[in-house]
C-alpha cells in the first residue's frame, strides 16, 4: 500500500476506543480489530454479516457487508416494498442520536472480494481520527450505530426466531 494511503499511526489505538465504545451499547456480536479495520458482527441476522469502520483510499467508511447474496437481496426488497430511502433512514437514525455532522451518503456495491456492500463515508479525515479526540471516537462510532439501527430491522437483519 502507497505510503499516503497507510492508516496513521495511532489509528490501530483509535479503533479500539471506538469498540469499546460501541461494546457498551450491547447491539453487535462480537466486535473484533486488525491493524486497521473494526468489525462488529450483526447480532441477530439471519446470516452472517458485519458492520465495519475502516480506511479505503486513506478515507474512513462504515459499512454493512455480507457474502449472502440473499440477505442483501432481502435489504433491498424491504425498501423497495416500504418505498423508504436508505439515505433517509440513516438520516433518522443519525438524529435520534444526537449527530450533528453532515448527510452521509451511501453506497451499496458488491466489493472485489464478493462481499454485497452497503457503505458510507464518515465526515473526519484520518488524521482527525485520534484516540485521545473523545469527539472523533465518538463521530465514528455514532455513525456505526446508527448503521446497525437503520439496518437492523430491514429484510432478514433480525432472524426470526419462530423459525
Sequence with gaps: MPPDLQP????HHY???VADFIK??????????TADRLEAAAKASASPAAFRLDLDRGKPWVSLVTADRWLSQSIEADL??????LDELLAEELTDLNYSGPALP???????????TFRSPV???????????????????V??????ACFRPLGDMEADEDK
Design 24 to 33: 457498551a451499547q450491547g447491539v453487535f456480536g462480537a466486535v473484533s480489530l
Design 15 to 17: 479503533l479500539e476506543r
Design 143 to 148: 455513525c456505526l450505530l446508527a448503521y446497525e
Design 106 to 116: 451511501f453506497e451499496h456495491y458488491r466489493s472485489e472480494d464478493k462481499l454485497f
Design 123 to 141: 465526515p473526519l479525515t484520518p488524521e482527525a481520527m485520534h484516540p485521545g479526540d473523545p469527539r472523533a471516537v465518538e463521530t465514528a462510532a
Design 80 to 85: 423497495v416494498h416500504t418505498g423508504d430511502k
Design 8 to 11: 496513521p499511526a495511532h489509528f
